[in-house]
């Protein structure tokens, strides 16, 4: 009697585990097989690609509490507020400024006015959640946050699934949908600084893996009523105060091509910066994104040299969940409140650092000491040295176990990232990914999307159960 009460109150205790919940549900063959094979097909029908790989292929979310996710949230609003008191002082202070390595034009660019306060009215702050519950920041997307249509379609597969369907009968959980928040935060930009109505073209390089994600968008813009087209930056011309892609007359640029990467191609990139510094158009995210967006933003807010730029609650903030990280050059620094030397302290601290290209992407260049030997580490800041670089403590990455479709499902542990989107500085949806290379990029070619499903409360039902016992 004794052991069947405690068997009873250990499946009580898992039922209401959502995670152990959702994997009990899997332990059903044909229900994996029947939700494996919808994901597949709802991916096929949507296109949900990268490139010719499928978007996803675990058949398990991210599944956060919603009041951890609320705690992520308000960690995120204000990191976003300390970022926005550090371009202020970017923008007055041209030593601080140095610091960056901006190159001239983009320099002039940043300096330009976009005519909307934030100039980053969407922006992806990426994280991972250790297991003590605290999230750390370990980058910071100003310029172009994507994946935002990727994972609505992709939670819209998920909906469908068997065992999304039997999961959410006993648990209350719900996806935040974010393109909407982009296309609400891209109009109010540009009702900031115009009355006309928009013409969006979403700007970036022909060949791309993500063209059906901007085809996703085209499709939401113009089910809103607002025309929108799909262009390269060569396919712009600007004349008579007027920018044209492929001859159509354009107001807005949700812009997905990297500055760096448009100001390498002089002549491919004139009809856009002349339209932009001209004020003859709206550009979402604006170029003055380009000073936060570089990595050394991060090393300038974990930096004790500059804590008087934020108030106390934001360096609060920043102890927490911002993990230190220097610009890379000879000299001294500091560390946990000592000074140190920053060339002996990287040599000798490989396994607990990584060293990341000031602007670059998708995990171009990024070198994680622990995965390599002392001499190649050693090698590797070298080059740094004659770069721009920054060097980074490593955060700690948990692994979860998550069921993988691949030539049948197999349970593999992974790590997972959690990457909120802020709209005008609000949070509003997630993106995760899992890999289980300690590289998580789908771009870099690691990586799987999964859509962040926020669980309120706890099993369906359990609460009224609870307040029925009360109340007898």
């Known amino acids: 009697m004794v052991a069947a009460r405690a068997l009873a109150r250990r499946r009580s205790t898992t039922t209401r585990d959502p995670l152990v919940a959702y994997h009990e549900l899997l332990e059903d063959p044909r229900l994996a097989d029947e939700s494996a094979s919808v994901l597949a097909e709802g991916q096929r029908k949507r296109r949900l690609v990268f490139g010719d790989r499928p978007l996803c292929v675990s058949l398990r979310p991210n599944l956060i509490s919603d009041w951890q996710y609320a705690e992520v949230n308000a960690a995120s609003e204000a990191i976003y507020a300390a970022l926005g008191r550090l371009e202020r002082a970017l923008l007055d202070d041209e030593d601080l400024r140095r610091e960056l390595d901006l190159d001239p034009q983009e320099e002039t660019l940043a300096l330009r006015d976009p005519g909307f306060r934030a100039t980053s009215p969407s922006a992806r702050l990426d ?3 250790g297991e003590d519950g605290v999230i750390r920041f370990v980058e910071y997307n100003a310029e172009s946050p994507a994946g935002m249509a990727y994972n609505d379609e992709l939670s819209q597969v998920f909906a469908s699934l068997p065992v999304m369907k039997r999961f959410q009968q006993k648990f209350r959980c719900a996806v935040v949908q974010t393109r909407g928040r982009q296309l609400s935060a891209m109009l109010r930009a540009h009702r900031a600084r115009s009355e006309r109505p928009p013409t969006i073209a979403i700007v970036d390089w022909r060949g ?5 994600e901007f085809e996703m968008f085209q499709r939401y813009f113009e089910s809103r009523s607002i025309p929108t087209v799909i262009c390269a930056p060569e396919d712009l011309t600007y004349s008579r105060g007027a920018l044209r892609a492929n001859g159509r007359v354009i107001n807005v640029v949700y812009r ?4 760096s990467e448009l100001l390498a191609k002089g002549d491919v990139s004139r009809p856009l910066v002349r339209a932009y510094l001209e004020g003859a158009v709206t550009v979402v995210n604006s170029f003055r994104a380009k000073l936060l967006h570089k990595k050394m933003s991060l090393a300038l807010l974990s930096d004790d040299r500059y804590a008087a730029l934020y108030t106390a609650p934001q360096r609060a903030a920043i102890a927490k969940h911002i993990p230190w990280t220097r610009k890379v050059r000879e000299g001294h620094t500091t560390y946990a409140g000592k000074v140190i030397d920053l060339g002996d302290f990287v040599i000798g601290n490989r396994e607990r650092l990584v ?3 000031n602007d670059e992407y998708g995990g171009k260049g990024v070198v994680l000491g622990w995965t390599i030997d002392q001499h190649e580490w050693e090698q590797s ?3 740094a040295l004659g770069s721009s670089y920054v060097a980074q403590e490593r955060v700690p ?3 979860y176990p998550f069921p993988v479709v691949l030539d049948r499902m197999h349970f593999l542990d992974l790590s997972i990232d959690h990457d909120p989107y802020l709209f005008w500085g609000r949070v509003a949806g997630t993106l995760a990914r899992v890999s289980s290379s300690a590289l998580l990029n789908v771009t870099a070619g690691a990586g799987s999307v999964v859509p962040t499903y926020v669980i309120a409360g706890g099993p369906r039902g359990a609460r ?5 016992r009360n109340d007898a």
Not at 464 to 468: L, M, V
């Open 127 to 129: 994280g991972f959640i």
């Open 397 to 399: 990455v948990p692994r």
């Open 208 to 212: 791309l893996p993500t063209l059906t």
């Open 256 to 259: 997905r091509v990297l500055t």
């Open 381 to 383: 800041l070298l080059a």
């Open 355 to 357: 060293l990341k290209p």
């Open 464 to 468: 009224e159960r609870s307040a029925a």
